[in-house]
């Protein structure tokens, strides 16, 4: 599985590849939201692996999704359940390329018990990688603060000698 890292880098990387505004937080937390459905069952209940399985697949990730829209404005379900959904499938993609050391997930659960993945990268190799991984999203980060000048303060906002605030009004004026 990738770790949790990985998957927010990704999950950032492809936000800045579609432009995401309002809804990235939502869209992150869809990224981690099969994880958050389904490891703690089985971190708290270990003997409940194969059971805790049923909750990292795409029906009850998206029924979640479903699930926490609704507590939006009417207005906003929808693009919310879109950015929650497209993260969880991001996600999914994720852990579909990884080599299991069991079977793989339940990609149709509760339609089928067969298990699914394609198997090109080992369980350690998102480890191994991630630092590289975490390298280029916080190269792709600080690259997009300096182009949108986002990096600094705004002209006109530095700070003046002797402690005035921006603008030049000295602090005795501070509201």
């Known amino acids: ?7 927010l880098a990704t999950a950032y990387l492809a936000g ?26 089985h971190i708290v209940f270990p ?8 909750f990292h697949s795409p029906v009850v990730v998206f ?7 609704l507590f939006f404005r009417a ?11 497209a993260g969880s499938l991001l996600h999914f993609l994720f852990d ?8 793989g997930y339940l990609w149709f659960f509760p339609f089928s018990l067969e298990r699914y993945s394609i198997g090109w990268i080992k369980p350690d190799d998102y480890v191994r990688w991630l ?8 190269s792709v980060f600080l690259a997009g603060r300096l182009m949108t000048g986002k990096g600094g303060l705004k002209p006109g906002m530095e700070r003046r000698a002797g402690g005035s605030l921006p603008g030049g ?4 004026e501070q509201v």
């Open 47 to 54: 003997s409940t692996f194969w059971m805790a399985q049923s």
């Open 131 to 138: 630092p590289l991984t975490l390298l280029v999203t916080v």
């Open 1 to 7: 599985m990738p770790d949790l890292a990985t998957h």
């Open 75 to 85: 207005d906003q379900r929808r693009p919310v359940f879109l950015a929650l959904g």
């Open 169 to 172: 009004r000295p602090r005795s």
């Open 16 to 41: 800045r590849f579609v432009k995401l505004r309002r809804l990235a937080a939502v869209f992150y937390l869809g990224v981690l939201l099969p994880d958050l459905v389904s490891r703690p069952i």
């Open 63 to 69: 029924l979640f999704c479903w699930l926490i829209s």
């Open 96 to 103: 579909l390329t990884q080599r299991h050391l069991v079977a």
